[in-house]
């Protein structure tokens, strides 16, 4: 069982979402900004709202949830390559 407090994760959020910003600008420069959003839930979630602009120069915004192990590691590749994949 994988067991970290809120406080510890909220920290964690803080360092990766620069990262997760900076790399996704590289990876998909249509990404007009990236949100960290809460919900009330039953476990520990980075919850992000991704705006970009479609193809079609519509703006749009794909939600996403990383899990509190992926954050905590702070391997941020997988999450940035998902949401380039998405948006692109």
């Known amino acids: 069982m994988y067991s970290v407090s809120s406080t510890e994760f909220q920290k964690k959020c803080e360092e990766v979402m620069p ?11 249509n990404v007009t900004e ?6 009330l839930e039953d476990a520990l979630r980075l919850n992000l709202a991704v705006d970009y602009k479609a193809p079609d120069g519509q703006g749009k915004t794909l939600t996403l949830r990383v899990g ?20 692109t």
Do not use: T
């Not at 990262?19 to 420069?29: I, N, R, V």
């Not at 990236?34 to 919900?39: D, G, K, L, T, Y």
């Open 34 to 39: 990236v949100r960290q959003f809460f919900e």
């Open 19 to 29: 990262k997760l910003k900076e790399e996704l600008k590289e990876k998909a420069p």
């Open 68 to 87: 509190c192990q992926q954050v905590m590691s702070g391997d941020i590749g997988p999450v940035v390559n998902a949401i380039a994949n998405a948006v």
